[in-house]
């Protein structure tokens, strides 16, 4: 459970701390690699631990809209509080970057295995990475039971990406490589393995790619066919406020990303938890695929006259852990969107497929698409308002005016000949 009360600052130890700091490859945003070799007075390491890890985190304008920020460790890493440990504190690991931003870890061991135990992490929402932010200082989330227990004399190790969203949190963590209570100051070499690391199968994406194998001269090429694009799976979606449903949606969506090769990734509604929140005039829809695909929705409210209100799309934020052709996690979003257009108090709606730009190497494609994210009625949707390409209608005036556009042709063609008829008939004998 995660709270916001102040988290006691652990007594420190005398002892050193090593940490070093490696720039992570190039993507989206910058993921670095922390390396921390904690030791006690003896200079005997006793936690050592290599990561990478990223937070996102939403918060609230002084406008009433909700925003993302995006936190990672950079070179302005401190270690103060770290600490080995003793009869009556646990083993700490802390870590300290940017403008008053923390995180830290315990651990706690059995007589056969250790683990985390509790994390906390502190953002400051007066960093200039918190634009207008409505409320300025630090925020503190605790989460407790973080880790699975891991043998004694082994080094925890996981590739696999790891998330724990919280409040208006969501922490990232992969590429761990972890030990604590480290026997005789030397790190183990034998390994434990996450779980998830074992039972990895790379990520499905609908792709239309495929990769010839390498022939020789005396060797027929190889018949390569494209994959056929899937249509992602109908989702529905629906947010509470008490008991009474204040947005829905239902949709299928698709990913388009485009790097050095096009990937297609669909969403599952099956493996997506829905989160959000809803007001008066901004609402935001978030969906979380696996803990590997956030997406962020967020709706406002505009005052088209004095008694008219409409809502629409006003932002979409994409966060993408998986990796994606080798690249560093993805993080983007577009905030200047005005789309998805109909009456307060009506639903929208679009059967065919649209396309929402959020940059120029990342699109969502969504199909059968239905959103209501405010004034909610009885649970249902209200009246949908469609879009033009669904709108039939539409295609009637155009026929209509096309057929007499022909028949006029026709009418003028027929008097034409006919003038021309009668010329001929009155010429001089």
Known sequence: MATRSPWPRPLSLPCCCLLLLA??????FQSHAVEVDVKDLSNNTCIYAKWMMSFLIKYETNN???KNATLNPSTNVTHDGSTCGNNTHAPLLAIQFGAGHSWSINFTKTNETYQGNIISFTYNTSDAVFKDAKTKGPITIVVKDTMPPVQLNTVYKCHHLDSIEVANVSLFFWDVILQAFVQNGTVSKNDSTCEADKSTVAPTTVANLTTAPITTASSPLPTTTSKPVEKPLIGNYSLKDGDKICLLATMGLQLNVSQEKPVLININPKTTNVTGSCGNTSATLRLNDSN???IDFTFAVKNTSANTQRFYLKEVNITLISSINGSEPLNAGNNNLSIWDTFLGSSYMCQKEQTVLVTEDLQVHTFDLRIQPFR????????????????????IPIIVGAALAGLIVIIVIAYIIGRRK?????QTL
């Open 376 to 395: 909610v009625q009885n649970n249902k949707y209200s009246k949908a308002q469609e879009c033009s390409l669904d709108d039939d209608t539409i295609l």
């Open 64 to 66: 009433s809209e909700y």
């Open 422 to 426: 009668t010329y001929a008939g009155y």
């Open 23 to 28: 720039l992570g490859g190039p993507g989206f």
């Open 292 to 294: 590997r695909r956030l």
